[in-house]
């Protein structure tokens, strides 16, 4: 049987496309049934519809009077499509204490450095500045604090001295998508327990 996913995006939408592959290659044995984006115009929403996906939505931030309400809005729609894991792929909002809370243990996110190094939005200009010589990615649970949750899996790339923002991420987005749909297979198809921090892997 497979699991109902919501994805939240902001952006491009890459990590969406490669979920969609995964599951449509008989992979990952998911269906996203809902994507909701903060963003009119953002490409994973056109992702979502060219790809076939039942409900795509923009939930306009400016239409509630707060974050929490915002958040309880895009809960609502969660529950109705009978979501039970929702997918963080690069969604630029941090979400509401009251959001974590509703849908604890099932949240996952993935971030764009080797946590807990580099939280944050300015992750990758961060581990530049600060001259690191490895960096990744890291697809961890979301608890209440940003970039702080239990830790799922993570890769590892190389920082070359002539890397860019640019360059340093589209060497982090390969890993992103090799990572983000291989989690979530292993934890539909295995399942992991908890056991303080650490995630451990049912064999
Ligand atoms: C990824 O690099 C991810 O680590 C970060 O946001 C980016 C989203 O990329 N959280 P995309 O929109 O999936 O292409």
């Known amino acids: 049987m497979s699991a109902n996913i919501a994805v939240m995006a902001s952006g491009r939408g890459s990590n969406l496309q490669v979920l969609l592959d995964s599951i449509s290659s008989g992979n990952c044995p998911a269906c996203v049934k809902l994507v909701i984006s903060d963003k009119?115009?953002?490409?994973?929403?056109?992702?979502?519809?060219?790809?076939?996906?039942?409900?795509?939505?923009?939930?306009?931030?400016?239409?509630?009077?707060?974050?929490?309400?915002?958040?309880?809005?895009?809960?609502?729609?969660?529950?109705?499509?009978?979501?039970?894991?929702?997918?963080?792929?690069?969604?630029?909002?941090?979400?509401?204490?009251?959001?974590?809370?509703?849908?604890?243990?099932?949240?996952?996110?993935?971030?764009?450095?080797?946590?807990?190094?580099?939280?944050?939005?300015?992750?990758?200009?961060?581990?530049?500045?600060?001259?690191?010589?490895?960096?990744?990615?890291?697809?961890?649970?979301?608890?209440?604090?940003?970039d702080g949750g239990p830790i799922l899996a993570q890769a590892v790339v190389p920082v070359y001295?002539?890397?860019?923002?640019?360059?340093?991420?589209?060497?982090?987005?390969i890993e992103e998508h090799r990572l983000y749909p291989e989690v979530v297979t292993r934890i539909l198809k295995q399942g992991f327990s908890l056991c303080g921090r650490r995630v451990v892997w049912h064999p």
């Open 161 to 173: 001295d002539d890397d860019c923002v640019e360059s340093l991420h589209a060497r982090i987005q």
């Open 40 to 146: 009119e115009n953002a490409p994973a929403l056109d992702i979502a519809n060219r790809e076939g996906v039942e409900k795509s939505l923009f939930v306009n931030p400016k239409s509630y009077c707060n974050r929490e309400e915002f958040d309880m809005a895009c809960a609502n729609f969660i529950e109705e499509s009978q979501c039970e894991w929702i997918i963080l792929a690069g969604y630029m909002r941090i979400l509401s204490s009251k959001f974590v809370q509703r849908f604890h243990g099932k949240i996952l996110n993935i971030h764009p450095s080797l946590l807990p190094s580099f939280i944050g939005a300015t992750a990758i200009q961060d581990a530049l500045t600060y001259g690191v010589k490895v960096s990744g990615c890291t697809v961890h649970l979301v608890d209440d604090v940003l």
